[in-house]
């Protein structure tokens, strides 16, 4: 069975851009959720979807912002980057109330 | 969201055992014990968990307190590719958040 996937794996963009991450559960899963990691403060929840629909969100700017499509892939988007979301952003997919399958990560440079 | 305490480093050799503390005071009846681990360059994977009673796989052993306020991973006989970022993490369920509250863990080294 394939893992999560992510893409893409690195990128770089600069201050004010705008980013789109892609995220592909494992097939079955419907609950995707993302967070960010970065080294000043560790891995941090970002939101959840199940079904299409948002069932969680952490404390992030509306910047951040996420949608899943009917085949439960997901995609997330920050827009007017700043340097201070340079970070490792993960996907991980579950069944509901399940174990959480991370994905190896999107990593983001904003210069 | 309820926290859970862990040291920041611990060393270790080679195919010796290896326990990592968890301490988890303020632990509700229905929260469940969860540990991930990180490799370097790697998104998390999940180790194991559990709820009162002690609990076996193949990747580790899970020892839980009686009163449930600390738990321990062990890892039998460590490899070098053990050497990761350790989670502790306390989940609700069921019908309880898919959000994870991930702690700044215990960084694991292996000696070969």
């Known amino acids: 069975k394939a893992g999560v996937t992510q893409t893409p794996r690195y990128l770089i963009k600069t201050r004010g851009q705008q980013v789109t991450l892609s995220c592909s559960p494992i097939s079955g899963h419907r609950s995707v959720s993302w967070y960010q990691q970065t080294p000043g403060q560790g891995l941090q929840f970002l939101f959840e979807y199940f079904s299409e629909t948002q069932r969680n969100k952490g404390n992030f700017p509306g910047r951040f912002s996420g949608r899943q499509f009917s085949n439960s892939r997901s995609e997330m988007n920050v827009s007017t980057l700043e340097l201070g979301d340079s970070a490792l952003y993960l996907c991980a997919s579950s069944r509901s109330q399940e174990t959480q399958y991370f994905g190896p990560g999107t990593r983001l440079l904003v210069l | ?112």
């Open chain 2, 1 to 112: 969201d309820a926290k859970t305490t862990q040291p920041n480093s611990m060393e270790s050799n080679e195919e010796e055992p290896v326990h990592l503390p968890c301490n988890h005071s303020t632990i509700s009846g229905t929260d469940y014990i969860h540990w991930y681990r990180q490799l370097p360059s790697q998104g998390p994977e999940y180790v194991i968990h559990g709820l009162t009673s002690n609990v076996n796989n193949r990747m580790a052993s899970l020892a839980i307190a009686e009163d449930r306020k600390s738990s321990t991973l062990i890892l039998h006989r460590a490899t070098l590719r053990d050497a990761a970022v350790y989670y502790c993490i306390l989940r609700d369920r069921p019908g309880g958040s898919e959000k994870l509250v991930f702690g700044k863990g215990t960084k694991l080294t292996v000696n070969p």
